[in-house]
């Protein structure tokens, strides 16, 4: 398959009064079509930011963005307004990204009247009713507004929106996290299966890495703005590598009563986005840090195939 969207060294600063916050720091990343990269992380690490810049919603401090082979930056303005067809965002709250005083019908019509995709209230009708049956939302709530419908149907809502212009990538930040566990796996269930139809390309953006496990491809874990372990999803829960990937997944849950956790689990807080010093960034936090660790930033590395790092010790850390 190929790469629909690639990424290479995305840079995304605020000037805030301190000096600059570095929120994405040097990300790159590619993502092939119907596939899926879960983007996993603290809260504050850069995941919103990372997603609203490859949307085009923020522009990028540098960096680049090719949609399809083509430089994002560089497009004029009608082929921006193209391009933003094919690339869509689900949010995490459907409540609040939904238009509180306009019903079911009028938020999935919306971006079919603003591409003037189709011409007749008739045609628009017929393609309104198809989404709601593709997103598993009975035909009776079309008239009904968010506020009478539950967390699960306003999510439907939210992605029937998405879906409407027949997007090729779609950004899901955290989707499923304000909803019910049993709704969560109903809007996962049905996010995998419009993906295998449709052949979407998600970025999958969730602070809980149990969700991102069975609907991601490959995944990116941030810290702090930057990327510091990729791989294929399975190998990431197998083969945890970086420490703080490993204190993530010691932070899951283990559904069994009294079940014990071996691994060392994380501890203290995210340090300052702000002009943020040499060295790794995980350093405050790190179980078995030394002088070159506060010195010197470690780049992400090919560890072995596919299975990308960013430690100073990683041989160390995990015995290898
Ligand atoms: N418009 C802005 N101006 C200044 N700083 C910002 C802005 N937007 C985000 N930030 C900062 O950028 C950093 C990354 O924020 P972001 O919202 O991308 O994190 P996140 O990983 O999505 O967090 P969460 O899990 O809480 O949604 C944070 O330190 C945040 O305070
Ligand atoms: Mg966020």
Redesign the pocket.
Same mark, same amino acid.
């Given at each position: 398959m190929e790469n629909i969207l690639e990424v290479r060294g995305l840079k995304k600063y605020?000037e805030?009064s301190g000096g600059n @916050?570095h929120?994405?720091d040097d990300v790159s990343f590619e993502l092939k079509q119907a596939e899926t990269l879960g983007v996993v992380?603290?809260? $504050?690490? $850069?995941?919103?930011?990372? $997603?609203?810049v490859v949307l085009g919603l @923020?522009d990028a401090t540098d960096g680049s963005i090719l949609f399809e082979g083509k430089e994002t930056a560089r497009l004029n303005k009608n082929e921006r307004f193209s391009l933003r067809k094919n690339m869509q965002m689900i949010f995490?709250d459907p409540y609040s990204s939904l238009d509180p005083r306009m019903c079911v019908r009028d938020i999935i019509a919306q971006p079919l009247l603003i591409y003037r995709c189709l011409n007749s209230k008739d045609e628009i009708d017929n393609r309104v009713a198809d989404i709601m049956q593709t997103v598993g939302l009975d035909i009776r709530f079309a008239f009904s507004y968010p506020h009478e419908l539950d967390g699960g149907r306003r999510q439907r809502v939210g992605i029937g929106r998405a879906l409407a212009l027949n997007p090729k990538f779609i950004v899901c930040?955290?989707p499923v996290s304000a909803l019910d566990v049993s709704i969560q796996a109903q809007i996962l269930n049905l996010m995998q299966d419009l993906q295998q139809e449709k052949k979407f390309s998600y970025l999958f953006?969730t602070?809980d890495l149990s969700v991102v496990k069975h609907i991601s491809n490959n995944i990116m874990v941030?810290y702090l $703005?930057g990327v510091i372990e990729k791989c294929e999803s399975d190998q990431l829960f197998e083969h945890p590598l970086h420490p703080y990937t490993k204190g993530l997944l010691a932070a899951i849950p283990i559904p069994v009563p009294g079940a014990k956790r071996e691994r060392e689990l994380l501890k203290g807080e995210l340090s300052s986005?702000i002009n943020p010093k040499p060295g790794c960034r995980f350093v405050n936090r790190c179980f078995c840090p030394t002088d070159l660790c506060g010195r010197q930033q470690p780049s992400l590395k090919e560890i072995l195939p596919g299975h990308f790092v960013a430690c100073h010790h990683v041989e160390r850390v995990n015995d290898m």
């Amino acid at each position: 398959m190929e790469n629909i969207l690639e990424v290479r060294g995305l840079k995304k600063y605020f000037e805030v009064s301190g000096g600059n @916050l570095h929120a994405v720091d040097d990300v790159s990343f590619e993502l092939k079509q119907a596939e899926t990269l879960g983007v996993v992380g603290e809260s $504050g690490c $850069g995941k919103s930011t990372l $997603g609203r810049v490859v949307l085009g919603l @923020l522009d990028a401090t540098d960096g680049s963005i090719l949609f399809e082979g083509k430089e994002t930056a560089r497009l004029n303005k009608n082929e921006r307004f193209s391009l933003r067809k094919n690339m869509q965002m689900i949010f995490q709250d459907p409540y609040s990204s939904l238009d509180p005083r306009m019903c079911v019908r009028d938020i999935i019509a919306q971006p079919l009247l603003i591409y003037r995709c189709l011409n007749s209230k008739d045609e628009i009708d017929n393609r309104v009713a198809d989404i709601m049956q593709t997103v598993g939302l009975d035909i009776r709530f079309a008239f009904s507004y968010p506020h009478e419908l539950d967390g699960g149907r306003r999510q439907r809502v939210g992605i029937g929106r998405a879906l409407a212009l027949n997007p090729k990538f779609i950004v899901c930040d955290e989707p499923v996290s304000a909803l019910d566990v049993s709704i969560q796996a109903q809007i996962l269930n049905l996010m995998q299966d419009l993906q295998q139809e449709k052949k979407f390309s998600y970025l999958f953006i969730t602070h809980d890495l149990s969700v991102v496990k069975h609907i991601s491809n490959n995944i990116m874990v941030m810290y702090l $703005g930057g990327v510091i372990e990729k791989c294929e999803s399975d190998q990431l829960f197998e083969h945890p590598l970086h420490p703080y990937t490993k204190g993530l997944l010691a932070a899951i849950p283990i559904p069994v009563p009294g079940a014990k956790r071996e691994r060392e689990l994380l501890k203290g807080e995210l340090s300052s986005p702000i002009n943020p010093k040499p060295g790794c960034r995980f350093v405050n936090r790190c179980f078995c840090p030394t002088d070159l660790c506060g010195r010197q930033q470690p780049s992400l590395k090919e560890i072995l195939p596919g299975h990308f790092v960013a430690c100073h010790h990683v041989e160390r850390v995990n015995d290898m």
